[in-house]
């Protein structure tokens, strides 16, 4: 495991501890779960993703699947 040290204003650390204390989390931990979420959230695949939005992927023949050679060849 690694450790990771930074710096806040003693208005940020205040901020921090009292919204933590509020949900019986140390610094240490809500700050970790913070971090884990943040990276969730920026590798999370998104329903959005226009991938996922191209309806034409699922059109055409129905035995594209199985005879693809036939029809590219």
């Known amino acids: 495991m690694k ?12 901020l921090l501890k009292e919204r933590l204390e509020k949900e019986g989390m140390s610094v240490k931990e809500g700050v ?5 979420e943040a990276l969730d959230r920026e590798t ?6 226009p991938f996922f939005l191209d309806r034409s992927a699922g ?15």
């Open 32 to 36: 970790r779960r913070t971090i884990l």
């Open 3 to 14: 450790v990771v040290q930074t710096e806040l204003s003693e208005e940020e650390y205040r």
């Open 44 to 49: 999370a695949v998104s329903s959005d993703d």
């Open 59 to 73: 059109s055409g023949k129905e035995s594209a699947g199985e005879k693809h050679d036939n029809y590219l060849y």
